[in-house]
């Protein structure tokens, strides 16, 4: 009997036993999918400097590195997207890839040389600690407390910390895009410009 149901007395209790190996190897398969809940930190995996780059030590790139030259010292620059996507397993996230094209100069053409692809993972991962640190407001309860108390606002909004709203508050006026204000200046017709003149000059229009 693989399947038993149990009904307590609130929900619903699955107990799945294997009759061998094989049917032991497929159903751990199949509980991890079921069980698959997300990350176990999700504030940490949403932060902006949770990029893949940060995962991924200069030696597991370099094995894809080896792999995709076949023996040759540098790799063209349109090919570094598809060295991230070999290594990681997924394809990079696009704020990723700018940091990539900034750093590497990924606009132009030319090769890339591993001890210049070393050197800007480094730079990036440097970079990108800094900006995890944002995540951090406060070391101290003491001075948690005295904002609360004194209604301070934080020194970073959500948009420095995190890729997506965490929360439903945090989602209200979070934008992508870049913000910008469109003018609709004031337009009076010729008769309202003539009026206006004559009041300066202390004259009834009418």
Known sequence: ERLRLKRPERGLVVCLAPSSPTDALQLGGTMQNITALGPKNPWAANLLSALGIMHFSNAEIKETFDTLVDGADSIDKARVFELLKTAYGFEPMPEEMGLFVTTLGLEEDGQLAWSELEAGFDHIREMLQGVGKNATEYTSTQDFKDDLVKHRRMMKDPMDKYKAPMT????????????????????????TKYADEMVKCRLDPF
């Open 168 to 191: 439903e508050s945090q989602s209200i006026g979070w934008h992508e895009e870049e913000v910008f204000n469109e003018r609709f200046p004031k337009s009076s017709c010729a008769e």
